[in-house]
């Protein structure tokens, strides 16, 4: 299994771009979510998701859009970059809520 | 959401035992206590997570105060590889999918 994927590893966006982080797990795993991490500090909930077709806002959702098509994707799409969000995005994805999650390895996001 | 409170670091002697502490005085009954583990430039990794009684694995014990207000994650032997930030988070199983990290302790492990 290759576990969480998440590509791209390093991007940088302009103020006002728009992008989309992708995120896989082979898994079959219900549940993923996304998380940003700035410097210094622990992880963010920015949104979740429970299954195909239902997401959910976490601690930070401003400025982000998620949608889950299938059990084995869940994009994280940047309407219009800042420079506060220039942060190292994590997907992580568990069995149920019970679980324990596996994380990826992160993008790490700059905006000038 | 409950909250949980960590010291910023520790340090620890490699092949020691280390004890890291967590208070969570606003815990729930429904709240479960899990602890991840952060290395350099990596994501979180799953450690280990119990409810009420202590619990073992491969990785580590979790020891849970009996009133639940506090509980340790009990490394046994500290490796060089252990060096990490170590996340002691709540999980609220009432009904939202939610984990809230903390800034965690930054363990230093010395050879």
């Known amino acids: 299994n290759a576990g969480v994927t998440q590509t791209p590893k390093f991007q940088v966006l302009k103020t006002g771009q728009s992008m989309t982080l992708q995120c896989a797990q082979d898994m079959n795993h219900e549940y993923m979510s996304w998380y940003r991490q700035d410097p210094g500090m622990g992880l963010r909930l920015i949104h979740y998701?429970?299954?195909?077709?239902?997401?959910d806002q976490g601690e930070v959702p401003n400025g982000y859009n998620v949608s889950r098509s299938t059990t084995e994707d869940f994009p994280l799409r940047l309407l219009s970059a800042a420079p506060s969000q220039t942060s190292v995005y994590f997907c992580?994805?568990?069995?149920?809520?019970?679980?324990?999650?596996?994380f990826g390895p992160g993008t790490r996001l700059t905006v000038t | 959401d409950a909250k949980t409170t960590q010291p910023n670091s520790m340090e620890s002697n490699e092949e020691e035992p280390v004890h890291l502490p967590c208070n969570h005085s606003t815990i729930s009954g429904t709240d479960y206590i899990h602890w991840y583990r952060q290395l350099p430039s990596q994501g979180p990794e799953y450690v280990i997570h119990?409810?009420?009684s202590n619990v073992n694995n491969r990785m580590a014990s979790l020891a849970i105060a009996e009133d639940r207000k506090s509980s340790t994650l009990i490394l046994h032997r500290a490796t060089l590889r252990d060096a990490a930030v170590y996340y002691c988070?709540?999980?609220?199983?009432?009904?939202?999918?939610?984990?809230?990290f903390g800034t965690g302790t930054r363990l230093k492990v010395l050879a």
């Open positions: 998701s429970v299954g195909a077709g239902i997401t």
């Open positions: 992580a994805s568990s069995r149920s809520e019970n679980y324990e999650q596996y």
């Open positions: 119990g409810l009420t």
């Open positions: 988070i709540l999980r609220d199983t009432s009904g939202t999918y939610k984990y809230i």
